[in-house]
């Protein structure tokens, strides 16, 4: 699983150390504009929101390891890059706290929990929900990749309407996920006369 170990080494100590440093210093600010903060919180999707975590695994199904191993180099550089941001650029979601009843409470609890108010800008869920989407799509059927861009809108809308996200987090990491697709692409898949059985690799 050396895509899903890769990112996690990178993601955790840089996404949760500076956003502790973020919330110390005071400096955070939000990049969002007042009307946003209407947008009302629709908890179903907090369903898509979580399913990007599942997602990391998907490679395994579409893509050989050469693939994958570009897909984790891919989703590292986002890493890096969105850490460079967080510092220069601290941002705070600006929707106040909501009490979650119902049906999705423990679900809107769990991510309330786990993830933090900084690092807003550009969203890292999204960003390698594209990543990881888009390059699954790419090596699948058609009728799989119309799947797969479908809920790849849901889970950026999600990011927003479960109030994680503003919308130039979403913005802004539609286009990190564009010039990272473009600077870093992911390679053809190789024939199988080549030797090579696409995906078949490991993770």
């Known amino acids: 699983m050396r895509f899903c170990l890769g990112f996690e080494l990178v993601f955790f100590p840089l996404y949760f150390g500076i956003g502790a440093l973020t919330a110390a210093s005071g400096r955070a600010r939000g990049f969002y504009f007042d009307w946003e903060l209407a ?8 369903v898509p929101y979580l399913l990007v975590i599942p997602a990391f695994l998907l ?15 891919q989703a590292i550089v986002a890493v890096l890059v969105a850490a ?26 769990f991510v309330a929990m786990v993830d ?3 690092n807003t800008l550009p969203s890292l869920h999204v960003v390698c929900a594209v990543l990881i989407y888009r390059a699954c799509g790419e090596a ?7 799947g797969y861009w479908a809920w790849l809108g849901l889970t950026v809308a999600s990011t927003v309407l479960v109030h994680q996200h503003h919308l ?15 600077l870093l692409p992911i390679p053809k898949a190789v024939a199988v006369d080549d030797g090579v059985r696409p995906g078949a690799g490991g993770a």
């Open 84 to 109: 460079v941001v967080f510092v220069l650029l601290p941002g705070r979601i600006g929707y106040g706290p909501q009490p979650a009843e119902g049906l999705f409470a423990p679900l809107l609890g």
């Open 39 to 46: 947008i009302p919180r629709v908890d179903w999707m907090v």
């Open 140 to 146: 699948a059927g058609r009728a799989v990749a119309l």
């Open 168 to 182: 130039a987090d979403v913005a802004s990491a539609i286009a990190l996920a564009a010039v990272i697709r473009r």
């Open 116 to 118: 933090t108010p900084h």
């Open 59 to 73: 490679p395994i199904l579409h893509l050989d390891a050469r693939r994958i191993d570009a897909l984790g180099r």
